[in-house]
């Protein structure tokens, strides 16, 4: 990031969301100056979370490759193709959409506060520290309230994909 933005090749800016000139651009030109301005801190976001997200998939494809089932469907005959998109794919997914909504939410949350700071942009990330350092509990309540409704949303995604992606798990036959 440093070297996009910084004083290396000084391709984007570093802070803020607009340039200083922004009310006199048309609105194609505000829209460009807009997405120049958070090129930087979207790939910051993105290369954080796909980090976190690539070991949490290599870790769950490892695990899975060395069960039994694995070695029984090649001892049958099935290509190494077949292994691995028929059998291990899907079970590893499993785990990855289980942890993806916590590894999301820990990923936007936590880095959102870092990156706005870096940044120098003004979010929710940033809103909520400052509520806390002030003691400003009407707004960590907000701020607390969409984090979690984002949660749940994304907890019901992943439910749904579950199902989805394996459908012979069904929530509906539970025990209560």
């Not at 916590?102 to 809103?127: C, K, N, Q, R, Y």
């Given at each position: 990031?440093?070297f996009a933005?910084?004083s290396?090749?000084?391709?984007?800016?570093?802070?803020?969301l607009?340039s200083?000139y922004f009310?006199?651009?048309?609105?194609?030109g505000?829209?460009?100056?807009?997405?120049?301005?958070?090129t930087?801190?979207?790939?910051a976001?993105?290369?954080?979370?796909f980090?976190?997200?690539t070991m949490?998939?290599?870790?769950?494809?490892l695990d899975e490759?060395?069960?039994?089932?694995?070695l029984?469907a090649?001892?049958?005959?099935?290509?190494?193709?077949?292994v691995?998109y028929g059998?291990?794919?899907r079970n590893a997914?499993?785990i990855?959409?289980a942890g993806?909504p916590?590894?999301?939410?820990?990923?936007f949350?936590?880095?959102?506060?870092?990156?706005?700071v870096?940044?120098?942009?003004?979010g929710?990330?940033?809103?909520?520290?400052e509520?806390?350092?002030?003691?400003?509990y009407?707004?960590i309540f907000?701020?607390?309230y969409?984090?979690t409704?984002?949660?749940?949303?994304?907890?019901?995604?992943?439910d749904?994909?579950?199902?989805?992606v394996?459908p012979?798990i069904?929530?509906?036959?539970?025990g209560a």
């Amino acid at each position: 990031m440093l070297f996009a933005g910084g004083s290396y090749f000084d391709l984007f800016p570093l802070r803020g969301l607009t340039s200083p000139y922004f009310d006199e651009l048309s609105i194609w030109g505000k829209i460009g100056d807009y997405f120049w301005h958070i090129t930087l801190p979207v790939v910051a976001a993105a290369i954080g979370g796909f980090a976190t997200l690539t070991m949490l998939t290599k870790n769950s494809f490892l695990d899975e490759i060395h069960k039994q089932y694995v070695l029984t469907a090649r001892a049958k005959g099935a290509s190494d193709r077949q292994v691995l998109y028929g059998h291990v794919f899907r079970n590893a997914m499993l785990i990855i959409i289980a942890g993806l909504p916590t590894a999301l939410i820990s990923i936007f949350f936590t880095g959102s506060l870092l990156i706005e700071v870096i940044f120098s942009l003004d979010g929710l990330g940033l809103l909520g520290f400052e509520a806390v350092m002030q003691r400003d509990y009407p707004v960590i309540f907000g701020t607390l309230y969409l984090y979690t409704l984002i949660g749940l949303i994304l907890k019901l995604v992943s439910d749904l994909t579950y199902v989805w992606v394996d459908p012979r798990i069904d929530f509906e036959t539970r025990g209560a």
